[in-house]
């Protein structure tokens, strides 16, 4: 049984929609003989023996939003329990690292999807934990299988400074270039930078460029990307038909309110932020995030969304519709 799960970020296959999860926590409902919670960072505590899963994958069919939800396709092991798509080596499960899927795109057959590399610093807390920087892996949807990029051994191609950076939160496909949406974050002020790169080269690290907005150029050095301006750490953008306009989806993640930005083109500029309200949560929550769109399930030519968002200790994750007028 899925207890609950982070994430919920979807990408378009054409005919399918490959969804990703990051922290998963299940209950066995019967014996899983050689299942454990080997990747797990810290010791769960719950009404039975649990299995805890930092990342985890499925498919669906359609586009109607509830009905995808529901009828998952979950990449299975042999005992029929979902499984890890991106899983430490021996040496990363000492270091007490794991993995949280960001977003992807579909690109010949492959999904590349980015990734980030989250070191746990105290077991005794779920918080106590630190992002080193984000990764690449080419993944087969067939299967579920990942590769990952590495330069020379390597898997951290990309990282910040910052308190908090976060990168491939969203991808775009646009005239040949693939773009990246990344985050910052100092202290609680959270700022939105974009990275591009010819989709033909887009396994390659060395090969991407990032955006200034104050000079409306792409320069090759991530430390001197520019801000689009405020988001969250985790956000979406689409192309919306019936605005006219890319839009921004977030989450404030303190005081629950959902944001949109909107730009007439991919690098902006963004509007100021417009706050839609605040989002229906449980009253232990302290916080809301992972808000994000699923553009592919998008009614009306684009004036119905959906957007799912994560609330802490293992719940589902929640729904939303805002139909625009």
Same mark, same amino acid.
């Given at each position: 049984?899925?207890?609950?799960?982070?994430?919920? &970020?979807?990408?378009? *296959?054409?005919?399918?929609?490959?969804?990703?999860?990051?922290?998963? *926590?299940?209950?066995?409902?019967?014996? @899983?003989?050689?299942? #454990?919670?080997?990747?797990?960072?810290?010791?769960?505590?719950?009404?039975?023996?649990?299995?805890?899963?930092?990342?985890?994958?499925?498919?669906?069919?359609?586009?109607?939003?509830?009905?995808?939800?529901?009828?998952?396709?979950?990449?299975?092991?042999?005992?029929?329990?979902?499984?890890?798509?991106?899983?430490?080596?021996? +040496?990363?499960?000492?270091?007490?690292?794991?993995?949280?899927?960001?977003?992807?795109?579909?690109?010949?057959?492959?999904?590349?999807?980015?990734?980030?590399?989250?070191?746990?610093?105290?077991?005794?807390?779920?918080?106590?934990?630190?992002?080193?920087? =984000?990764?690449?892996?080419?993944?087969?949807? &067939? #299967?579920?299988?990942?590769?990952?990029?590495?330069?020379?051994?390597?898997?951290?191609?990309?990282?910040?400074?910052?308190?908090?950076?976060?990168?491939?939160?969203?991808?775009?496909?646009?005239?040949?270039?693939?773009?990246?949406?990344?985050?910052?974050?100092?202290?609680?002020?959270?700022? =939105?930078?974009? @990275?591009?790169?010819?989709?033909? +080269?887009?396994?390659?690290?060395?090969?991407?460029?990032?955006?200034?907005?104050?000079?409306?150029?792409?320069?090759?050095?991530?430390? &001197?990307?520019?801000?689009?301006?405020?988001?969250?750490?985790?956000?979406?953008?689409?192309?919306?038909?019936?605005?006219?306009?890319?839009?921004?989806?977030?989450?404030?993640?303190?005081?629950?309110?959902?944001?949109?930005?909107? =730009?007439?083109?991919?690098?902006?500029?963004?509007?100021? @932020?417009?706050?839609?309200?605040?989002?229906?949560?449980?009253?232990?929550?302290? *916080?809301?995030?992972? @808000?994000?769109?699923?553009?592919?399930?998008?009614? +009306?030519?684009?004036?119905?969304?959906?957007?799912?968002?994560?609330?802490?200790?293992?719940?589902? =994750?929640?729904?939303?519709?805002?139909?625009?007028?």
């Amino acid at each position: 049984m899925l207890i609950g799960q982070d994430g919920c &970020q979807s990408i378009d *296959l054409g005919d399918r929609t490959l969804f990703i999860f990051s922290d998963t *926590l299940l209950l066995p409902l019967r014996a @899983a003989p050689g299942a #454990t919670s080997h990747s797990a960072p810290f010791q769960l505590k719950g009404p039975g023996p649990t299995i805890f899963l930092a990342n985890c994958a499925a498919l669906t069919q359609g586009t109607d939003t509830r009905a995808s939800l529901l009828g998952m396709q979950y990449y299975q092991d042999q005992d029929g329990f979902p499984v890890e798509i991106l899983s430490p080596g021996p +040496q990363e499960q000492a270091d007490k690292l794991r993995f949280w899927p960001a977003h992807g795109i579909y690109v010949s057959g492959r999904v590349y999807l980015y990734y980030l590399g989250i070191q746990t610093v105290e077991e005794s807390s779920i918080w106590a934990f630190k992002n080193l920087g =984000a990764g690449l892996a080419i993944m087969d949807p &067939q #299967t579920g299988e990942c590769q990952r990029v590495c330069r020379g051994a390597e898997w951290l191609l990309w990282t910040r400074p910052e308190d908090d950076f976060h990168f491939g939160v969203q991808v775009l496909e646009d005239a040949g270039f693939t773009y990246v949406f990344g985050s910052v974050r100092r202290g609680l002020d959270i700022d =939105a930078l974009l @990275a591009r790169v010819p989709t033909k +080269q887009i396994s390659d690290p060395t090969c991407y460029t990032y955006y200034q907005p104050e000079r409306e150029t792409w320069i090759p050095d991530l430390d &001197q990307a520019g801000s689009l301006g405020p988001c969250g750490n985790d956000y979406s953008v689409s192309y919306n038909p019936y605005l006219g306009q890319y839009l921004m989806v977030f989450v404030n993640s303190y005081t629950k309110e959902l944001k949109l930005r909107l =730009a007439k083109h991919i690098e902006g500029p963004y509007s100021p @932020a417009i706050n839609l309200g605040r989002i229906p949560h449980r009253r232990e929550s302290e *916080l809301i995030y992972l @808000a994000l769109e699923h553009p592919k399930f998008a009614c +009306q030519n684009g004036q119905k969304v959906y957007i799912s968002y994560c609330q802490p200790y293992f719940t589902l =994750a929640s729904l939303v519709e805002v139909c625009f007028q």
